[in-house]
């Protein structure tokens, strides 16, 4: 059993304890179980107000249908986290029992929510690059994204399409590539465990595949793909488009604040 255990919790990514511990279970239970019920449906409660406020026709611009779609994957992922808290607080697993007991955890939590959860976080994270990216495009090169736009306006109008005209957005179109990115991204997980069965003693364990035992998967792609696909690409481009966006914005400013005391002045 406590060889199972070791094997499934080596890697990165691990979401098991082998530690059977009284202080480890009551972490699993408290930091795992009971903090999570508190912080996931006060996010999911908060990206459905963004979600329906920005769902508003009189709201319905490209950034802003960025910003709803960037909340319906933040959404998913704390739902699927939630998910996750339930049944480590709720499903037979109390304060001083090891969540790895739990037989409905491992039937449900290796195959399903733990690699939704890794493709909802890898889009939630990308998602925000493309607020970025979009609002970088729309402050240095507002002529071209503009022009984009309009050439679009124009065939949809020769179509006869009016409707599709609020439909249609290119931020859609971000988002589904960012999702598609995700899954293949995050596919691997859905191979890390092979099917439950019982060990010597009982209990019920997912048993690791040699996938996820191997190099590849715990060193190379856990490790070092994850720390450049997920924080230091996104970090990367986030940090260099602020760079080049806020200069821009202090010299509206300043323009403007120039023009307002000129304006000032004269009255």
Known sequence: MEDLLSESTGGGNSFCYSDSSTLSSSLEFWVGGVARLVVCPAGIAANVVVILVFSRPDMSNVFNRHLMLLAYFDASYLLFCLADALIITTHGVAAGTNVAENVFW??????????????FLTASIYMTVAVSVDRYL?????????????????????????????????????AAAVLL???????????EFSCCEYDSDGSLVAVPTDFRKGTFFSVVYAGYVDAVIRTLVPAFVMLHTASRIMPVVRETYRETYVVVQLYGSRR
């Open 138 to 174: 729309a402050v240095l090169h507002p002529l071209s994204v503009g022009a984009h736009r309009h050439h679009r306006s124009r065939i949809l109008t020769a179509l006869g399409n009016h409707h599709a005209r609020r439909r249609f957005c290119r931020a859609h179109a971000v």
């Open 106 to 119: 491992w039937l449900v939590h290796p195959f399903l929510l733990h690699p939704m959860q890794q493709i």
């Open 181 to 191: 990115f995700s899954l293949a991204y995050a596919l691997p997980h859905f191979f």
